[in-house]
């Protein structure tokens, strides 16, 4: 996925720490911070939380953007199974994507609990050709409660992923068939297992505590992946789309990591004042395969071309303390926390050695206060980091870690029980922000493509919020956002220009109408148009390697109806939905293994589905 919070982008989602019930999905999530593989489906979704403002204390590392926490449905206390299908249909070919759900758990006693999640997804994707989709994700969850105070939870997950990339297309091909795909040699295949224990003990009164836990968490994984793709020869024509493929090159890498941390909460309560000191540590263990294979077209042999591998060791503590005043109407939270990452490199095909390593204080402070019961106001402001990443090592020249310090400011307002309204202003101070730029020559390895130091940026902004229901009418809810953002480059060449993939304005907004038990949804967003690369080259060339990004507005619209179809909860859903109903044809800039040229996004696409659950 490509996912980008506060203007802060990187190919697949490089700049976002995405966790599943608190543990990283990143394949390495100190030397590799890209989601390459999302063994995670909405499915298994019961919410999604999100933390901005550098939350780097208990989170770690890689979270400038903020910290995106997908929290997975508990396991009911019924034994529950649920089944259910969805269709996906393309408006513009009718091409069918197929997404199988399959969930049965729940309570074998009063302790012990288990839940088997699986999902499949197959069939074509959106693009005229070169677009199958093979996906099958199965997750098996069991809880175990001790005593009433202790609790074992374990995690296990086998994920596995067969994807056709149709890529982007040069300009003139996309005005021609914007759905069509001109490069047949592009593909992602990929497995992971990933596995959790985590074990809890609730602390109640004790030597003066009032309460509090401690969480002790293993978790591991075991990951391949390999992306395959076509080239040119010439570095002049590396990534053209317009052209037929010379050469074919996969990449596959191996991953195996597992890390251990403890944590302990503990609250107090000292003249007055509460306190709920956070104190933990983490290590961190990456073993990363990284190779690159070359085949000639149109009959060549695979041949070796890199042979690399990277070995990250990681450290971290924290410590912090929530503290109360006013009977915590006002809460004041300082904190920081070490991280120390050694990463080294060899080349096992030329013996050359490398090494990196950063060792950072990250400290940080929130202030918050409740006005009564219809507001509530924050300021925070925390340090961030993000290791150089395993291959801008040998890339980049040894870049150096990115570093950043995040401000927030603002508040929520609760009017009344219909009405939520929030006001956010954020900055976000880079000191040493790395990109990687397609159109350059590495200046270490000679190939197209390199990391480069765009030196110090600064993104600021604000965000808004509301949600809101009408009082004589309580079925019917509004919400809409908005967001400001103005990035900037603030040192070098191209000191002043906006930050590459930043959209200066963002805008959303839906209504929703509760009719007995069928749900109506209409919702729609924009965002402005953004450059593509440092020097924010307006015109686009002609093989779409550079260019400003046009804006865009999708509307989509869905209903929902629940079926009560026995007293014994037997029931059933059906949805229809209307994506981008508007059919409005807008693209990004090239990504992942088709960085130059145009990559369109989905058109008019249809959605049918029905969920049994008894």
Aim: no cysteine; net charge positive.
């Amino acid at each position: 996925p490509q996912i980008q919070l506060r203007g802060l982008y990187e190919s697949r989602s490089g700049r976002v720490q995405v966790l599943e019930d608190g543990i990283p999905l990143a394949l390495a999530p100190y030397g590799q911070t890209s989601i390459s593989m999302f063994p995670m489906t909405m499915d298994m979704v019961d919410h999604i939380d999100v933390v901005r403002g550098g939350a780097a204390l208990q989170y770690g590392p890689n979270n400038m953007g903020g910290v995106i926490n997908i929290a997975s449905r508990p396991i009911p206390q019924k034994w529950t199974t649920t089944v259910g299908e969805r269709l996906q249909i393309a408006g513009n070919n009718g091409h069918v994507l197929t997404n199988t759900d399959f969930s049965t758990g729940g309570h074998l006693s009063q302790r012990f609990a288990m839940q088997l999640d699986a999902n499949f997804q197959n069939g074509q994707q959106f693009r005229d050709s070169h677009s199958t989709v093979n996906v099958r994700n199965l997750r098996l969850r069991a809880q175990y409660d001790i005593t009433d105070n202790d609790r074992l939870r374990a995690d296990f997950a086998d994920y596995e992923a067969d994807i056709d990339m149709p890529g982007a297309l040069s300009p003139a091909d996309y005005k021609k068939n914007p759905f069509q795909s001109t490069r047949p040699y592009d593909s992602m295949t990929g497995d992971t297992y990933r596995g959790s224990l985590v074990a809890q003990h609730d602390i109640h009164h004790w030597r003066g505590i009032t309460g509090g836990q401690a969480t002790l968490t293993f978790f591991a994984d075991q990951a391949s992946r390999s992306f395959t793709n076509g080239m040119r020869l010439s570095s002049a024509e590396t990534w053209r789309s317009d052209l037929p493929a010379q050469r074919i090159q996969n990449s596959p890498r191996d991953f195996t990591v597992y890390g251990v941390q403890p944590q302990m909460t503990l609250r107090t309560k000292t003249w007055g004042v509460t306190h709920e000191f956070t104190f933990g540590a983490r290590y961190v263990s990456e073993d990363i395969h990284y190779m690159v294979n070359r085949k000639s077209l149109p009959s060549g042999p695979w041949t070796s071309f890199r042979d690399w591998q990277f070995n990250n060791q990681a450290w971290a503590t924290f410590v912090s303390d929530k503290m109360g005043f006013l009977d915590n109407r006002l809460t004041l939270t300082p904190g920081f926390r070490f991280e120390h990452v050694d990463q080294s490199y060899v080349n096992k095909a030329t013996g050359q050695k490398e090494g990196n390593g950063t060792r950072d204080i990250l400290p940080g402070v929130t202030l918050g206060y409740s006005i009564g019961k219809t507001g509530y106001v924050f300021f925070d402001v925390q340090k961030s980091m993000r290791p150089a990443q395993s291959t801008q090592i040998i890339y980049g020249n040894h870049l150096n870690t990115e570093k950043a310090w995040n401000y927030e400011v603002g508040g929520r307002w609760f009017p009344n029980r219909q009405a939520t309204l929030g006001l956010t202003f954020y900055r976000i101070d880079f000191g040493n922000q790395i990109e990687y730029d397609s159109t350059i020559i590495s200046p270490s390895l000679g190939t197209p493509g390199s990391y480069i130091n765009l030196g110090a940026t600064r993104y600021q902004g604000l965000e808004f919020s509301g949600d809101w229901a009408l009082k004589n009418l309580p079925n019917l809810s509004f919400n809409a956002a908005y967001s400001y953002l103005d990035a900037r480059q603030l040192n070098g060449t191209y000191q002043g220009n906006v930050v590459p993939y930043t959209s200066k304005h963002q805008l959303s907004g839906g209504a929703t109408y509760q009719w007995g038990q069928t749900r109506f949804n209409i919702n729609g967003f924009w965002f402005s148009r953004s450059y593509t690369d440092a020097a924010n080259t307006k015109r686009e060339n002609a093989t779409g390697s550079v260019g400003r990004v046009p804006g865009y507005v999708v509307f989509n619209a869905q209903v929902s109806h629940h079926i009560a179809l026995r007293n014994g909860g037997t029931k059933m859903d059906l949805s229809f939905a209307i994506m981008n109903f508007g059919d409005e044809r807008y693209y990004f800039r090239g990504m992942d293994t088709s960085p130059w040229g145009r990559e369109v996004a989905p058109g008019r696409t249809f959605q049918i589905g029905t969920k049994v659950t008894f």
